[in-house]
């Protein structure tokens, strides 16, 4: 036997998207990562066994189904080093029996790289291992040649498990914010609670994002209930809106100067078909949520609508955002006038709670309330144009609101989404966020309990051609935020943060963004969740 085969073992996962386009389009990338990723653990003396091989039918070596990560895991020695390696977006719950049973060291790895969304596909693994009570590490690399990786693999391999710095997270209980700040946000929340709030969840458990679903009793603690929607049903709702009404939604979008790369192609382009299916929806989402009282609702879309009918992100987008198309129900009223409907894209529970609680505290403190999550896609440092800041690309498919454009509607686009993951087409609602400060927080589930953390930071804008650059580098039909997070480095966010999504409001100035950031967190301690600040929040108000 060479000494090669006298190597120590670590079994390698590769869980991948359940479409079967998206797996064999993003597969070279996975087999090149998995290449680098190989050598960088023969230099630490183990090598690489795959636990599933490339299926020559399906032309790709991914785990694609609850079922194939069940029987995989059969094959994998209970106290076996496992690697859950990631270059692409994921369904969690591929692999989540296997490593919720799992005795052995578990190590996510993903590549730092915007082509596919890897570090998103890692960061909801993540967060969904903590929801479920899995002991992991986790890592990233660009090359997996640098120090932070090899380090980080020395030490998982010496002592099954790897430990950050993560001294950027301060707990609420061991700090004091200002009495105003924190009487104000507990006041809130308390009429919050006893007003109650009902979140409108068309199917829940979107692309098996474990992490996303909040269970009931959880949310009935803040006074939160769930009202259990359909997909089939606003599939139902849209057929009956008319073409007419349609058209004036369309209309007015047009009006405020919205454009819509329109083409004929229904397989790879938007056509004006598609944009008016996805008015349909929008009218429909909304009479629904008027019908059944929703304060906040969420529609998954992956995988219920996926094979009927066209995305929802445009709708979402408009949804978002108080100035939109007028909706009127089928006697004539108009519904929810002047008002957001708050969305939390891809029926991310703990958003929801997010964008309820933002849209109506930013509202009683005078500022503009819309809010969206984003992917934490990618990103790098940035030096000129006086930025001087590791710099992130947040997108989302479509669910910006276009307050978060400068120039709103007329500053703000539609293009067809990938039909790599969009089958039927529909639009985005494109668009660069706005130079400005920015509280940004996610809400997640750990011990059985709901957590949140909360920063401040900033939007900034860069040149015309370093966004087109990044943006090319990742999802250019997607609505894009550079951000810089205060105080939060590129590793302490990667290594702390429990999603793949993170919440981001903006606030009227720096100081007020501060402000709101401490009343926030009184409000959500208030309603019970355990609170973290996060970075340079100037938690004293001084």
């Not at 795959?50 to 106290?79: C, E, L, W």
């Not at 934490?376 to 800041?389: F, Q, T, V």
Request: aromatic residues 8%; negative net charge.
């Amino acid at each position: 036997m060479d000494s090669k085969n006298n190597k120590k073992e670590i079994w390698l996962i590769a869980s991948g998207d359940l479409r079967l386009a998206a797996n064999q389009l993003c597969w070279t990338a996975q087999e090149s990562m998995e290449m680098k990723l190989a050598d960088a653990v023969e230099r630490q003396g183990w090598r690489i066994r795959r636990a599933h091989a490339y299926d020559t039918t399906k032309k790709h070596g991914f785990i694609d189904s609850q079922r194939m990560g069940i029987d995989v895991f059969k094959n994998i020695p209970p106290n076996a080093p496992v690697i859950a390696a990631e270059s692409v977006w994921q369904y969690t719950h591929h692999v989540l029996a296997g490593l919720t049973t799992h005795r052995g060291p578990i190590l996510t790895v993903a590549n730092w790289s915007g082509q596919w969304p890897g570090l998103v596909g890692m960061l909801n693994l993540n967060g969904s291992l903590t929801k479920a009570g899995v002991a992991y590490s986790t890592l990233w690399s660009v090359d997996f040649n640098d120090d932070l990786f090899n380090n980080g693999l020395k030490e998982w391999l010496e002592k099954g498990c790897v430990k950050h710095d993560v001294s950027h997270v301060k707990p609420l209980d061991l700090v004091k914010i200002p009495t105003e700040d924190d009487d104000t946000g507990r006041l809130f929340a308390r009429r919050l609670r006893e007003a109650k709030a009902i979140m409108g969840v068309f199917d829940e458990g979107c692309m098996g994002m474990y992490n996303a679903i909040v269970p009931d009793e959880l949310l009935h603690a803040m006074g939160i209930f769930k009202e259990r929607l359909s997909q089939s049903a606003l599939y139902a709702r849209m057929r009956l809106v008319t073409d007419a009404d349609a058209d004036a939604v369309l209309a007015w979008l047009l009006e405020r100067g919205m454009t819509f790369k329109w083409g004929d192609n229904e397989e790879t382009e938007l056509t004006r078909r598609q944009t008016l299916e996805q008015c349909k929806m929008y009218i429909a989402a909304v009479r629904i949520a008027a019908e059944f009282g929703c304060d906040t609702i969420g529609i998954q879309y992956q995988q219920g609508l996926k094979d009927l009918t066209v995305a929802s992100d445009l709708v979402e987008g408009l949804l978002n955002n108080r100035e939109r198309p007028p909706v009127y129900s089928e006697n004539g009223e108009e519904l929810f006038a002047g008002q957001a409907i708050p969305h939390f894209n891809e029926v991310d529970e703990c958003a929801g709670i997010d964008a309820l609680v933002t849209y109506h505290l930013w509202n009683e403190l005078g500022m503009d309330g819309e809010n969206t999550l984003h992917d934490i896609r990618w990103g790098e440092h940035y030096k000129d144009d006086g930025i001087d800041d590791f710099v992130w690309v947040f997108l989302i498919s479509g669910a910006v609101p276009v307050a978060h454009f400068d120039g709103g509607y007329a500053a703000a686009s539609s293009w067809r989404q990938s039909p790599m993951y969009f089958r039927l087409g529909g639009g985005t609602l494109r668009g660069v966020s706005r130079p400005g400060p920015i509280v940004w927080s996610r809400i997640y589930i750990k011990e059985g309990r709901l957590h949140a953390d909360l920063g401040v930071g900033r939007a900034v804008s860069l040149p015309e051609a370093e966004t087109r650059r990044r943006w090319q580098s990742t999802s250019p039909e997607w609505p894009i935020m550079h951000a810089v997070l205060d105080g939060v480095g590129r590793d302490q966010l990667m290594a702390r943060h429990q999603a793949n999504h993170i919440h981001v409001v903006y606030a009227d100035s720096a100081s007020l963004a501060h402000r709101a950031c401490r009343i926030k967190a009184a409000a959500l301690d208030e309603l019970g969740i355990e609170v973290h600040f996060c970075g340079g929040v100037n938690v004293a108000g001084e």
